[in-house]
């Protein structure tokens, strides 16, 4: 059985950072594409950051020069590096992993921006 696990959300300030964990288990996490999604209150789940299994990673506007997503095979995670927080950054964030036809997702982690 597949599971992604996020970990490293919290309550933060405006300008902070945080760092955010997605572990796999149950599936060989290096034949997978990767990414982060959000969902805002009352908005729906959107793209924040991919990687796909070749290390190329594609960014949403909004998060360009803030955000960076990384990966290590060996330890079956994916980073979501975040600096210079800003309040519409707060959402809850997703994992997902996905493998030909599979999509896998965390259960989401809370990120929230207080300014």
């Known amino acids: 059985q597949v599971h992604l696990v996020e970990s490293g959300g919290g309550l933060v300030q405006v300008g902070g950072s945080l760092r955010l964990f997605c572990t796999a288990s149950?599936?060989?996490?290096?034949?997978?594409?990767s990414g982060w999604y959000r969902q805002a209150p009352g908005r729906q789940r959107e793209l924040v950051a991919t990687?796909?299994?070749?290390?190329?990673?594609n960014y949403a506007d909004s998060v360009k020069g803030r955000f960076t997503i990384s990966r290590d095979n060996a330890k079956n995670t994916v980073y979501l590096q975040m600096n210079n927080l800003k309040p519409e950054d707060t959402g809850v964030y997703y994992c997902?992993?996905?493998?030909?036809?599979?999509?896998?997702w965390g259960q989401g982690i809370q990120v929230t921006v207080s300014s």
């Open positions: 997902n992993a996905a493998f030909i036809l599979e999509s896998y």
């Open positions: 149950g599936i060989i996490f290096s034949n997978c594409n």
């Open positions: 990687i796909d299994t070749r290390g190329s990673t």
